[in-house]
Structures are given as structure tokens and as C-alpha cells.
């Protein structure tokens, strides 16, 4: 009686000859693994850098009728929030406020007013500085031009009012990003230039001629290319918390929500690939294409620095792209501590993005 042919062993059959053939070229293993690390350890090592634009709140009991309240709030590098004060403590402590300012009278007719900052420890110390900085230039300017005969009209405390938190390093912005640059460089350029070749070299017809399905064919080697890429994850990661202590909350729990999550935006980064596989005609097309789907998330999602630095006209575009949701949920699991549940609406719109990538991708691949 003959075998029933089994298509789930075919299926990893095919998955192990991808990842070997994956893991044998130099330039997958570069491009997934050597260009993400070099980012990362350049700005491990410079240390904890901080961005020009600053989130803060001024204190509802501030003194508002000076010059001083309307200097500031013509900065453009401070983006004045309004928050409830339940919000705001969460975000002082998680880090996404730089600090609260309170401007009020001194008993010094010298100095008549007195500017208080409170931040927290997560916030990073450079970024508190640049406030500090900015603050004192506001000061000065005043002076010069409104009060040369006296003192100063207001100093800052030296004694910042500190809330417990955990220490926010450079490393907590940087790898999240690179980890998505590196899932989405692998999603879209691995899996186009991998079902290019094989539909140029023939391989998937000759695939046809055995009694393996085409879906199995498919699902063999995006497996191949998500276990590689998975891998480069771990690699990463480990990197990031050995040597520039990434901060991982829970521990081991929020290593794995880092991986189911890096699975799912892999599965629709994979989408991207599957659609310029399929409309490129030659070889040398394909990374023009490519680039057409990586390169604005690579500079407007938050990969490299704040989107907060951008125009508020640009920020909703920003918002929408599929890494900047990865790089976001990524952040607010690994220094926050938010579960898979918490960062819904991330996960949420990466689905829609997939289900728009995958309707596209379906018509646009080819077999041959």
C-alpha cells in the first residue's frame, strides 16, 4: 500500500533548506543582524542622548501673569500637554514627560519669581539639562531687555523634585527601533528577492511537479525566513541587555511578549515583500520598490528619534505607518511593562495593515 504523502513534512523540508540557505549568505546575515547592531552600539556607546523636543506640563497652580509664562510657551521645542493628574503621574514616572514646571513669587523683591521643575527618574538627565538650559535662556533674554537694572527676574531651584522611577537610558529608544528596522529590512528585501529567484530560476516550477500544495510551498519559506529572523531578534535583544542593560521589566515574560509581537509585525512587514516580488520585473528593480515601502517608515516612525520632532502636520502620517506602531507597543513593553493586551490598539492597526497588505499581495504574486 503506498505512503500517504504528507505535505507538513514537505513544508519543513522546504522551511530547513530556506533557513540553511538564509543562514549560509553573508548578505542576510549582514543586513538582518550587522547594520542593526552597528546603530546599536554607536548610540549605546555615546551614552544617554536625548532628543530637542521636550513634553511638559506647566503646574495648574503656576503663576501665569509674567513675562516668563508666554516666553515659554512660544518655544517650539516644548510641547506644553494637558493631562488629568492620574495621567500625568503615569506618565511622569513611565518617562513620557520630561518634567512639570511651576513658576511662583519669591520672597526675594530681587528675584520675584522662582521656577520649580519636577521630573522623575525615569526621564532622561540630558533631557532635563536642555530644559534647564532652555528655561535659563528665556530668563536671560528677559532681563536684557526688560529688567537690565536688576538681578534677574527669576531663578530656577536648583533641587529638582525627583518621583521614583526607572532609570530611562539611550539604549530603551534605540534598539526597539533598530529591531524594527532590522524585521522590516528582512521582511520586505528577504522575501522579495527570495520568491524573485525562485520563480526566476525555475524553482517553484519545478516545485509543481511534486505533490506538495502551493500554500505549503508559500508557508516552507516564509517559516525559513521568520525562524532566521526571530533568531536575529534574540541576538539583539541579548546584545542590548548584556552589554547596554536594555531594560526588560518583567524579565523573561516581557521577552516573550517582545517575540510574539515581533512575529506578528514580521508576518506583515512579510506582506511588503510578497507585493514587489510579484509587481518587479528584473532583479534591479526590486530594491527601488522596496525602498518605497521601508524608507519613509526607516525616517518617519520613529526609528532613529521622537516623532514628536517632526511638524504636527506630519505627526498623523507618522503615526499611521505599520513600524511605527511596532516601535511604539515594542517601547511600552519593554521599559513599561505593558502586556500584548495593553498595546491593543498598536497590534490592532498592524492587523489592518496586514489584512490591506495581504488583500494586494494575493493579486498582485506570481507563480511564474
Known amino acids: 500500500m503506498q505512503k500517504k504523502y504528507n505535505q507538513i513534512t514537505?513544508?519543513?523540508?522546504?522551511?530547513?533548506?530556506?533557513l540553511r540557505a538564509t543562514l549560509r549568505s553573508p548578505s542576510a546575515v549582514a543586513f538582518s543582524i550587522g547594520f542593526p547592531l552597528v546603530f546599536i552600539l554607536v548610540f549605546g556607546f555615546l551614552g544617554n542622548g536625548g532628543g530637542v523636543s521636550l513634553n511638559v506640563v506647566m503646574d495648574?497652580?503656576?503663576?501665569?501673569?509674567?513675562?516668563?509664562?508666554?516666553a515659554l510657551k512660544n518655544i517650539s521645542n516644548l510641547k506644553f500637554k494637558d493631562k488629568a493628574d492620574?495621567?500625568?503621574?503615569?506618565?511622569?514616572?513611565?518617562?513620557r514627560i520630561t518634567a512639570i514646571i511651576k513658576i511662583e513669587h519669591s520672597n526675594n523683591p530681587a528675584i520675584p519669581y522662582i521656577i520649580?521643575?519636577?521630573?522623575?527618574?525615569s526621564v532622561n538627565p540630558q533631557n532635563i539639562s536642555i530644559l534647564k538650559q532652555i528655561i535659563q535662556s528665556i530668563i536671560t533674554g528677559i532681563n536684557q531687555k526688560m529688567y537690565p537694572n536688576t538681578p534677574s527676574i527669576a531663578t530656577i531651584n536648583n533641587t529638582i523634585e525627583k518621583i521614583p522611577g526607572r532609570i530611562y537610558r539611550t539604549i530603551d529608544f534605540i534598539l526597539p527601533g533598530q529591531l524594527g528596522f532590522s524585521l522590516l529590512s528582512s521582511g520586505v528585501f528577504g522575501v522579495a528577492f527570495l520568491f524573485f529567484n525562485l520563480r526566476q530560476q525555475l524553482v517553484l516550477k519545478r516545485f509543481f511537479a511534486t505533490p506538495i500544495k502551493r500554500s505549503y510551498i508559500i508557508l516552507g519559506e516564509a517559516l525559513g525566513r521568520i525562524i532566521f529572523q526571530l533568531i536575529t531578534a534574540v541576538v539583539?535583544?541579548?546584545?542590548?541587555?548584556?552589554?547596554?542593560h536594555f531594560t526588560l521589566v518583567h524579565g523573561i515574560v516581557t521577552f516573550i511578549n517582545i517575540m510574539l509581537l515581533s512575529f506578528l509585525a514580521l508576518i506583515v512587514f512579510?506582506?511588503?515583500?510578497?507585493?514587489?516580488?510579484?509587481?518587479?520585473?528584473?532583479?534591479?528593480?526590486?530594491?527601488?520598490?522596496?525602498?518605497?515601502f521601508t524608507l519613509p517608515q526607516f525616517l518617519l516612525a520613529g526609528t532613529f528619534f521622537s516623532?514628536?520632532?517632526?511638524?504636527?502636520?506630519?505627526?498623523?502620517?507618522?503615526n499611521a505607518l505599520p513600524l511605527t506602531q511596532f516601535n511604539n507597543a515594542m517601547r511600552s513593553i519593554s521599559f513599561e511593562g505593558a502586556s500584548l493586551i495593553s498595546v491593543w490598539k498598536e497590534i490592532g492597526i498592524l492587523?489592518?495593515?496586514?489584512?490591506l497588505i495581504y488583500y494586494v499581495a494575493i493579486k498582485t504574486f506570481k507563480w511564474e
Open 10 to 18: 514537505a513544508m519543513l523540508a522546504i522551511t530547513k533548506a530556506s
Open 60 to 70: 495648574k497652580t503656576s503663576d501665569t501673569a509674567n513675562f516668563i509664562y508666554p
Open 86 to 95: 492620574e495621567q500625568l503621574k503615569e506618565d511622569l514616572e513611565k518617562g
Open 116 to 121: 520649580q521643575l519636577k521630573s522623575s527618574e
Open 236 to 244: 539583539i535583544i541579548v546584545i542590548g541587555k548584556v552589554f547596554f
Open 270 to 292: 512579510m506582506g511588503f515583500g510578497f507585493i514587489v516580488s510579484g509587481v518587479a520585473k528584473n532583479e534591479s528593480t526590486i530594491p527601488p520598490f522596496a525602498n518605497i
Open 307 to 318: 516623532i514628536d520632532n517632526f511638524p504636527v502636520w506630519m505627526q498623523p502620517f507618522c
Open 351 to 355: 492587523a489592518i495593515w496586514g489584512i
